[in-house]
């Protein structure tokens, strides 16, 4: 069974970065994606960026150029990288994980989730 957990959330002034990590363990095969997710009260989850076991990644527009997706293979850990962070980057983070290979941001496409960490950005 896929388990997800994230961590690295916190409270950060605007324009300070922070890195967050989802553990992963559980993968069955070896072909997988792995998104970043938020979602602020009262808003839909928004997908940030994804990054699969072919080592592609994509972004959402409102983040390119600000946050990066990463991997530590030997540590099972996917990283986000968020920098410049704004007060409308205060949400709950997530990441989450599925068996394919596809370049998307929809949540549909993934199947296991995290508990999410929570981002607060103060101005």
């Known amino acids: 069974e896929v388990q997800l957990v994230e961590s690295g959330g916190g409270l950060v002034q605007a324009g300070g970065s922070l890195r967050l990590s989802c553990a992963t363990s559980?993968?069955?095969?070896?072909?997988?994606?792995i998104g970043w997710f938020r979602q602020a009260p009262g808003k839909e989850r928004e997908g940030l960026a994804c990054?699969?076991?072919?080592?592609?990644?994509y972004y959402a527009d409102s983040v390119r150029g600000r946050f990066a997706i990463s991997t530590d293979s030997a540590k099972n850990t996917v990283y986000l990288q968020m920098n410049n962070l704004k007060p409308e980057d205060t949400a709950v983070y997530y990441c989450?994980?599925?068996?394919?290979?596809?370049?998307?941001?929809?949540?549909?496409?993934?199947?296991?989730w995290g508990q999410g960490t929570q981002v607060t950005v103060s101005s």
């Open positions: 989450a994980a599925d068996y394919h290979t596809l370049e998307t941001l929809e949540s549909r496409y993934y199947a296991h």
């Open positions: 990054i699969n076991s072919r080592a592609s990644t």
């Open positions: 559980g993968f069955a095969y070896d072909f997988y994606a």
